[in-house]
Every structure is written in structure tokens, then in C-alpha cells.
């Protein structure tokens, strides 16, 4: 008995590994492996989170850098693996589309099958289209390598093993029969993060594809030492063998060797294109945008959208395209402010969320904020493992559309927050503060100097007085410079400007 158990544990493990992954060849070297998905799936959950992403992040509103940054990502992506004599068929005619994302945050990454995001605020951050070319080469190595489809399979294969152990008591309990349990399958992609191979491994991609098309491909390296800087400067710095990923100052040392090799077969690297990179930066918005929203006193203001509400002190604003949330210090409570525009007025966008399943409602009512049309609610739920949650539901109706805040927290501490919860949605109103509503985002100005100093004699001195904070050492790390770093004349520099 004990025999014949075993061996249909084997079966069913077998049946679950073939049905969970997708064997085809490797665009890189050729050789069949396993995935977590095949190619043609892997287009389509990009294309999916494609449309969340933009979404959520919303795209840079400048045609010609964009255009700019997709001539570049197409340029990577003729020399790459993907195009090659030898590719495996299954990689035939894959589109692949390169974004600018609205976003301050220094950032690049990439989606399955073939969906390259870079932010404004990486791009201000680089300094010629070298480097540029290197760090979207990476990501189309990222995609064209399939890491995210390996650790989705990797994933599935532990689960698998644990699946496997646990097989004398409980017959494959999977929720739902969903392999990996929990979200969406672009979500999943998404959270699953690269291994150190991985990233190096895109590197070299990165360095390749660039020395290829005869780019400086070393300037990369540079880069990654301002990576290195800002994370120094924030506190977050990690010694390598706590991180998953090679720190910034290995890559900034192994990226010019590796553009070194690609030399020594045979292919210059000689353009920088310093020019034109800067000259496509001219006056991109830099740091945080206040038109889409800013704090300051104790006040969430928003005067693209008119409106203003407080929050609680000491809580964080975390401001996105998509919604607005407020969190406190242990983060136990949230206040999470949505624009519905699904809901014909406040009472049916409350509604709305009281009427999902698992949602106890225990009081409703019509009231009022600042002479808005307004809906409140509490209502009572609970966590998958059990935690029981209390939700204080705002809808108000404003200038044509609703808005609304879901505050919760455990029920045992909505007592303690509950008038933190009524200050922030009670105080919502029409902002009319004239200086606030003609504030005006920080962009770039950028200039060839006309003579040599320090880089600090050339920061403007008046950043105390721009709409957003930013620090001398913050335009030195953008600049890839030091404070105190001797400036030739003829020098591109990014400064900002109001």
C-alpha cells in the first residue's frame, strides 16, 4: 500500500509540473527549458498589465521623447537575441513597446513579452544616450531571457515540493486549483523578483546589444555608482549578500569590463551622443509633479483637481495617479481616498463597496462636508486568516464627480482611530488658495557651461524657493558629479528651474 501511494504521489506531481509549465528553446542560447508560461501567454499577460500600468502610472505627455526612447529600445532590440538567424520560431514577430512612465522615481523595468518602462525620472538621471541604450538593453534581456516566466516556474515547482511532502495527508489541497494561489497572473510577474544571475545576466545582455550598435557601452557603469549614491543618501543601502541583486558598485566595476570584451572582438564604441540626450531633457518636468498633488501643513492639496483635505499628523501621504492613501505610523489604519467614476452619486459609491460579499454593514447615513453632498458608512469585515477589520465608508460628490475614502483598521483599534478617520474625510473641500492653484511643476534646464568651478558654484540659489524640496547633493548625484568636482567649460549640466 505504502509502495502504490508513492508512486501515484509521483503521477500526480508529474501531471501537475507539465500542466504548470511550458518547455520551449531559450532565445539566448537555444537549448530547451522549462517556463512558467509560454511565449504567446507571456505577450498576453504583458498586454494586460500594460493597460494597469499606464493606468496607474500614467505616461509622460512629450511625443518626441518618446520617440526618442523607442528609437533607441528599437535599436537594442535589431542586434538582440530576438532577431537573430537563429532564433527559435516562437519568438517570430514579437512587438516590443517602450514607455515613458510619468513618475519621479528613478526607475526601469520591464513586463513579459515585451513591454520596456523607463520614468522621467531615471531618464534625468542619465546623462548621454549611451547609457540610455545600456539600460534598456537590459531590460529587453530581461524579456527576451524570460527571467520573470523562470521564477514564475521556479515558484510553481516549490510549491510543487511542499505540495509533494504534504501528500499522505491532505490530497493536493490547492486553492482553487490555482497553482500559485494568490492574484493575477501580471501581478504575480510583477512581484516576482530577478535573481542576482538574472541581473547580471541582463547586463551582459545590456553591454552586448549596446557595444553592437558601436555605443560607449562602459558609460553604463556610471550609472550604477549613482544608484549606488542615492541609496547611501536615503539610508537604505544593503551589504550584497543580504540583497537578491549584485549591489551598484559590482556592476559599476564589472559593466566596463564587460564592454572591454565585446571591444576586444571587434566592435567599436564610440558614440555618446551627449548632445542629443541632453537636448531631448530640456525641460522635462523634474521630482514630484504638485499640479497632480502635494502636502504641506498638514494638507493634501490637489490643484489640477481643486481640492484639499487634511490628515493626521505624523501619518505618510503616498500620492499616485490612481488614488490618494494616508498611513499611519504603525500602519495599522489607512485612509485610502478613489475617484469613483462608475457611481451616479455618493450613496450608491458607498453602496458599492457595502454590497460586496463579506461586508457587514452596520450603520449608514446621508450627511454633508463643507457644503458637499456626502454619504458615510461603517461597516465590518475580516482578513483571509481572520483578522477582523472595521471600515468607515466617505463619498462625496464634487465638482461633477465622487470621491471616496475607505478608512479601515483592526476592530480592536477603530475606536483609537476613528477621529482621525472623520478629521480627514470631514475636512474634504473646494480648494481655492490662489497661490496653490497656480503652482507650477520644477523642470530642467539644460545648460552647456561657459566656464569652469566646482559644481556647486553652479546650482541656482534659489532652491529654498522652488515648489518642491531639492537638495544640492540631489542635483550633484543627477548630474553624476560631486559637490566639489572641478566643472570644465563646455560641460552639460541639469539645473532646475521654476
Same mark, same amino acid.
Request: glycine share 8%; with cysteine; net charge negative.
Given at each position: 500500500?505504502?509502495? $502504490?501511494?508513492?508512486?501515484?504521489?509521483?503521477?500526480?506531481?508529474?501531471?501537475?509540473?507539465?500542466?504548470?509549465?511550458?518547455?520551449?528553446?531559450? =532565445?539566448?542560447?537555444?537549448?530547451?527549458?522549462?517556463?512558467?508560461?509560454?511565449?504567446?501567454?507571456?505577450?498576453?499577460?504583458?498586454?494586460?498589465?500594460?493597460?494597469?500600468?499606464?493606468?496607474?502610472?500614467?505616461?509622460?505627455?512629450?511625443?518626441?521623447?518618446?520617440?526618442?526612447?523607442?528609437?533607441?529600445?528599437?535599436?537594442?532590440?535589431?542586434?538582440?537575441?530576438?532577431?537573430?538567424?537563429?532564433?527559435?520560431?516562437?519568438?517570430?514577430?514579437?512587438?516590443?513597446?517602450?514607455?515613458?512612465?510619468?513618475?519621479?522615481?528613478?526607475?526601469?523595468?520591464?513586463?513579459?513579452?515585451?513591454?520596456?518602462?523607463?520614468?522621467?525620472?531615471?531618464?534625468?538621471?542619465?546623462?548621454?544616450?549611451?547609457?540610455?541604450?545600456?539600460?534598456?538593453?537590459?531590460?529587453?534581456?530581461?524579456?527576451?531571457?524570460?527571467?520573470?516566466?523562470? +521564477?514564475?516556474?521556479?515558484?510553481?515547482?516549490?510549491?510543487?515540493?511542499?505540495?509533494?511532502? =504534504?501528500?499522505?495527508?491532505?490530497?493536493?489541497?490547492?486553492?482553487?486549483?490555482?497553482?500559485?494561489?494568490?492574484?493575477?497572473?501580471?501581478?504575480?510577474?510583477?512581484?516576482?523578483?530577478?535573481? +542576482?544571475?538574472?541581473? +547580471?545576466?541582463?547586463?551582459?545582455?545590456?553591454?552586448?546589444?549596446?557595444?553592437?550598435?558601436?555605443?560607449?557601452?562602459?558609460?553604463?557603469?556610471?550609472?550604477?555608482?549613482?544608484?549606488? +549614491?542615492?541609496?547611501?543618501?536615503?539610508?537604505?543601502?544593503?551589504?550584497?549578500?543580504?540583497?537578491?541583486?549584485?549591489?551598484?558598485?559590482?556592476?559599476?566595476?564589472?559593466?566596463?569590463?564587460?564592454?572591454?570584451?565585446?571591444?576586444?572582438?571587434?566592435?567599436?564604441?564610440?558614440?555618446?551622443?551627449?548632445?542629443?540626450?541632453?537636448?531631448?531633457?530640456?525641460?522635462?518636468?523634474?521630482?514630484?509633479?504638485?499640479?497632480?498633488?502635494?502636502?504641506?501643513?498638514?494638507?493634501?492639496?490637489?490643484?489640477?483637481?481643486?481640492?484639499?483635505?487634511?490628515?493626521?499628523?505624523?501619518?505618510?501621504?503616498?500620492?499616485?495617479?490612481?488614488?490618494?492613501?494616508?498611513?499611519?505610523?504603525?500602519?495599522? =489604519?489607512?485612509?485610502?481616498? $478613489?475617484?469613483?467614476?462608475?457611481?451616479?452619486?455618493?450613496?450608491?459609491?458607498?453602496?458599492?463597496?457595502?454590497?460586496?460579499?463579506?461586508?457587514?454593514?452596520?450603520?449608514?447615513?446621508?450627511?454633508?462636508?463643507?457644503?458637499?453632498?456626502?454619504?458615510?458608512?461603517?461597516?465590518?469585515?475580516?482578513?483571509?486568516?481572520?483578522?477582523?477589520?472595521?471600515?468607515?465608508?466617505?463619498?462625496?460628490?464634487?465638482?461633477?464627480?465622487?470621491?471616496?475614502?475607505?478608512?479601515?483598521?483592526? =476592530?480592536?483599534?477603530?475606536?483609537?482611530?476613528?477621529?482621525?478617520?472623520?478629521?480627514?474625510?470631514?475636512?474634504?473641500?473646494?480648494?481655492?488658495?490662489?497661490?496653490?492653484?497656480?503652482?507650477?511643476?520644477?523642470?530642467?534646464?539644460?545648460?552647456?557651461?561657459?566656464?569652469?568651478?566646482?559644481?556647486?558654484?553652479?546650482?541656482?540659489?534659489?532652491?529654498?524657493?522652488?515648489?518642491? $524640496?531639492?537638495?544640492?547633493?540631489?542635483?550633484?548625484?543627477?548630474?553624476?558629479?560631486?559637490?566639489?568636482?572641478?566643472?570644465?567649460?563646455?560641460?552639460?549640466?541639469?539645473?532646475?528651474?521654476?
Amino acid at each position: 500500500m505504502k509502495n $502504490t501511494t508513492s508512486k501515484l504521489s509521483l503521477l500526480l506531481i508529474v501531471g501537475l509540473v507539465l500542466s504548470a509549465c511550458s518547455i520551449q528553446r531559450s =532565445a539566448i542560447s537555444g537549448d530547451k527549458r522549462a517556463y512558467g508560461y509560454s511565449w504567446e501567454k507571456e505577450k498576453q499577460i504583458g498586454q494586460e498589465a500594460d493597460q494597469q500600468i499606464q493606468q496607474q502610472y500614467g505616461l509622460y505627455d512629450d511625443d518626441e521623447l518618446k520617440a526618442y526612447v523607442d528609437e533607441i529600445g528599437q535599436e537594442m532590440l535589431a542586434v538582440s537575441h530576438i532577431n537573430r538567424e537563429d532564433t527559435p520560431s516562437v519568438y517570430a514577430d514579437t512587438d516590443f513597446y517602450f514607455r515613458v512612465l510619468d513618475s519621479p522615481v528613478v526607475n526601469a523595468f520591464a513586463l513579459p513579452g515585451g513591454y520596456i518602462y523607463v520614468t522621467r525620472g531615471l531618464l534625468s538621471h542619465l546623462d548621454n544616450e549611451a547609457q540610455l541604450a545600456v539600460v534598456l538593453g537590459h531590460e529587453i534581456g530581461h524579456v527576451i531571457a524570460r527571467h520573470a516566466s523562470q +521564477r514564475a516556474f521556479e515558484q510553481q515547482m516549490g510549491q510543487l515540493a511542499l505540495i509533494g511532502g =504534504a501528500i499522505g495527508g491532505e490530497l493536493l489541497g490547492l486553492p482553487g486549483g490555482d497553482i500559485l494561489g494568490i492574484g493575477s497572473q501580471a501581478a504575480q510577474l510583477l512581484f516576482l523578483s530577478y535573481s +542576482r544571475d538574472d541581473e +547580471r545576466e541582463s547586463d551582459q545582455l545590456g553591454v552586448e546589444y549596446a557595444s553592437m550598435q558601436h555605443y560607449m557601452a562602459a558609460e553604463g557603469a556610471q550609472f550604477f555608482v549613482s544608484l549606488n +549614491r542615492m541609496s547611501e543618501q536615503s539610508g537604505q543601502s544593503l551589504p550584497n549578500w543580504q540583497s537578491t541583486h549584485p549591489d551598484p558598485a559590482e556592476r559599476a566595476s564589472s559593466i566596463p569590463e564587460l564592454a572591454e570584451e565585446w571591444k576586444a572582438k571587434g566592435y567599436e564604441q564610440t558614440i555618446e551622443n551627449t548632445d542629443d540626450y541632453m537636448g531631448k531633457l530640456d525641460n522635462m518636468i523634474y521630482g514630484d509633479n504638485p499640479r497632480e498633488g502635494f502636502t504641506r501643513n498638514g494638507f493634501f492639496y490637489h490643484p489640477d483637481l481643486e481640492f484639499q483635505f487634511p490628515y493626521p499628523d505624523g501619518w505618510q501621504v503616498i500620492n499616485q495617479r490612481s488614488l490618494v492613501a494616508v498611513v499611519n505610523t504603525d500602519q495599522d =489604519a489607512v485612509s485610502i481616498m $478613489t475617484l469613483d467614476g462608475e457611481s451616479a452619486n455618493a450613496e450608491a459609491s458607498v453602496n458599492e463597496f457595502l454590497n460586496q460579499d463579506g461586508i457587514n454593514t452596520e450603520g449608514k447615513s446621508r450627511t454633508e462636508s463643507n457644503g458637499l453632498t456626502a454619504y458615510r458608512a461603517e461597516a465590518t469585515g475580516q482578513t483571509e486568516d481572520g483578522t477582523q477589520l472595521k471600515f468607515y465608508v466617505y463619498a462625496i460628490e464634487y465638482d461633477g464627480s465622487i470621491y471616496r475614502f475607505l478608512n479601515y483598521t483592526t =476592530a480592536d483599534k477603530y475606536s483609537t482611530y476613528a477621529s482621525s478617520f472623520d478629521e480627514t474625510t470631514g475636512g474634504f473641500k473646494e480648494l481655492n488658495d490662489q497661490d496653490i492653484l497656480n503652482i507650477q511643476p520644477v523642470r530642467l534646464q539644460v545648460v552647456k557651461t561657459n566656464r569652469s568651478g566646482t559644481f556647486q558654484s553652479f546650482i541656482p540659489g534659489n532652491l529654498d524657493g522652488l515648489s518642491i $524640496t531639492v537638495s544640492p547633493e540631489d542635483l550633484a548625484i543627477m548630474n553624476q558629479v560631486e559637490l566639489d568636482e572641478q566643472i570644465s567649460a563646455g560641460t552639460w549640466l541639469k539645473l532646475p528651474r521654476q
